[in-house]
């Protein structure tokens, strides 16, 4: 069965610590996503990929990098966490299929939370 | 870029009753259209989707329309139970396939 699969599911860092949470598909899909979901705010788009080696920013970057080594792997990486990047993290899959069809598998989420 | 309003943000109804969930989007080259639903402590999964030529969509219960004029979506869960209750998104996908997300509506469904 295909799936995303994020580690951890849970995450307890301090201010300044280097934070680098994982995802894994293996849906053999070309596009990843991470997302970050706050109250009042839906999901906000930190960084995509359209493919191994590759990385785009998204709608809120700052604070964060991304790295996709491989179809299926991709990271999200935070250099110097801080209280504001408490939150909860979803890494989505899709096909990427032309034209905009696009469906997204998503993970479980990792709930960060930066003391 | 592309502005999707979702609501309500909260909704409750009882057992049986219909809950409608509504999204504007503002792109009207915006051609993929979805909901998804988020149960407690899980990630969203696709509920239904329906390309720019369809108007209307009806599955188990759902009926997803589709209003190009007034670039308006909206999911209704027909008879809805306890079951239904979670968080629902709507995503539009715009030309450059970005998808962009409704901000969610939390459906109660009380027996």
């Known amino acids: 069965e295909a799936a995303v699969t994020q580690s951890p599911r849970n995450k307890v860092a301090v201010t300044g610590g280097k934070v680098t949470l994982s995802c894994n598909q293996t849906?053999?899909?070309?596009?990843m996503y991470w997302y970050r979901q706050d109250t009042g705010h839906g999901l906000r788009l930190i960084h995509y990929?359209?493919?191994?080696?590759?990385?785009e920013k998204g709608d809120i970057p700052d604070g964060y990098k991304a790295s996709r080594p491989s179809q299926e792997n991709f990271s999200l990486i935070l250099e110097l966490a801080t209280p504001s990047q408490t939150s909860v993290y979803f890494c989505?899959?899709?096909?990427?299929?032309?034209?905009?069809?696009?469906?997204?598998?998503f993970g479980s989420g990792t709930r960060l939370t930066v003391l | 870029g592309e502005q999707v309003e979702q609501r309500p943000p909260h909704l409750s109804v009882r057992e049986g009753d219909s809950a409608i969930i509504i999204c504007t989007y503002t792109?009207?080259?915006?051609?993929?259209f979805s909901w998804y639903k988020q149960e407690a402590g899980a990630g969203l999964q696709l509920l239904m989707s329906?390309?720019?030529?369809?108007d209307r969509k009806e599955e188990q219960g759902l009926t997803v329309l589709l209003n190009k004029k007034d670039k308006r979506l909206s999911l209704n869960l027909t008879a809805a139970h306890p079951g239904d209750s979670a968080v629902y998104f709507c995503?539009?996908?715009?030309?450059?396939?970005?998808?962009?997300f409704g901000d969610g509506t939390q459906l109660v469904v009380k027996p």
């Open positions: 989505a899959s899709g096909a990427g299929l032309g034209a905009s069809a696009e469906t997204l598998y």
């Open positions: 849906n053999n899909h070309n596009n």
């Open positions: 990929s359209y493919g191994a080696g590759s990385t």
């Open positions: 792109d009207s080259a915006t051609a993929y």
């Open positions: 329906v390309l720019s030529n369809v």
């Open positions: 995503a539009v996908s715009a030309r450059n396939n970005r998808i962009f």
